[in-house]
């Protein structure tokens, strides 16, 4: 008869079988009851939701969020295709963030979906998906990175809310940055028929002295009929110079982040104001 010792070794395997599969969204029908419990009792699995689960250290306190947070999105996509197929994608918002290298684990993870019905998941550690019926993007407006549909950028630019250019104005600029050109945004704000949006990206993308771009999207509007007015979306500029040389969004992200901080810093430590400004030279492209 076997050994509780190799009772848990033989579970353990089934559970490493898995995880050598890619699996990190373990769904009770992967795990035969016995092993199941046998790693839940140990302390190898921890559920997430109904009939869904996780690979978890046994070392983790209650409470304890590593493993949630790093398995995260990897959890999220798998779980949202075994539910949708290929029929879902994050909300522009959430896309736009992602694009800017803002992968954070967000409280709530909105999801479009046809076959949705407005409706929440609770997660572990306060999180949660909610689940929004909405038709999806065409299908050359939808990527997909480390598993997660969302929006392309020029898409998420075109259709993120307006209020996100004050709620989130650094994962916005970070974004608008990434963008070295106006075809692609173009292409969706002329289908759409978008003239206010196209006034609103114009305004946002000389806010960044991305000039060029700005005049192209007006000029190219303009001439397909639209009566489209530039406005800006943000409630300030920017003084750090942002490069569209790089297709990484993290040299801007750090740029605009320090920006975000310098004020704060100067304020409170009004005798180093030289310091900050030196240091900020250094993060000019």
């Known amino acids: 008869m076997a050994t509780p ?17 890619g699996i990190v969204a373990i769904h009770t ?9 046998r790693l839940l009792e140990n302390g190898f699995l921890k559920e997430v939701y109904q009939g869904w689960y996780i690979a978890v250290h046994p070392n983790e306190t209650q409470g304890d969020s590593t493993s949630w947070y790093s398995s995260y999105w990897t959890f999220c996509s798998q779980f949202l295709d ?7 994608c994050i909300s522009p918002e959430q896309s736009l963030m992602l694009h800017a290298g803002n ?13 949705a019905n407005n409706y929440k998941t609770d997660l572990l550690n306060g999180t949660s998906l909610f689940h ?23 898409a998420s630019l075109v259709n993120v809310s307006a209020n996100s250019f004050t709620k989130n104005k650094t994962d916005v600029r970070t974004a608008l940055s990434i963008i070295n050109g106006s075809s692609d945004i173009l ?59 790089e297709r990484s ?14 004020d704060i810093v100067i304020k409170i430590f009004p005798k180093h104001q030289e310091l900050v400004l030196i240091r900020e030279n250094t993060l000019k492209p």
Not at 82 to 88: E, F, G, L, P
Not at 103 to 115: D, E, H, N, R, Y
Not at 232 to 239: A, I, L
């Open 5 to 21: 010792s190799e009772k848990l070794a033989e579970s353990l395997n089934k559970l490493r079988d898995l995880q050598e599969l």
């Open 29 to 37: 029908r992967k795990l035969s009851r016995t092993h199941r419990e």
């Open 82 to 88: 075994n539910k949708y197929k290929n029929k879902w």
């Open 103 to 115: 992968w954070a684990v967000p409280q709530q993870l909105v999801i479009k979906s046809p076959g």
């Open 132 to 154: 929004m019926q909405s038709p999806l993007p065409v299908i050359n407006e939808i990527t997909i990175q480390r598993g997660v549909r969302m929006l392309t950028l020029p």
């Open 187 to 245: 292409s969706i704000l002329l289908e759409g028929g978008k003239s206010v949006v196209a006034g609103r990206l114009a305004g946002a993308f000389r806010n960044i002295n991305q000039e060029r771009v700005a005049d192209d999207i007006i000029k190219t509007m303009q001439k397909a009929g639209y009566d489209v007015r530039e406005s800006d979306p943000f409630e300030d500029m920017t003084s750090i110079p942002l490069s569209n040389k």
């Open 249 to 262: 969004p993290y040299g801007n992200r750090v740029r605009l982040m320090w920006h975000q901080w310098r």
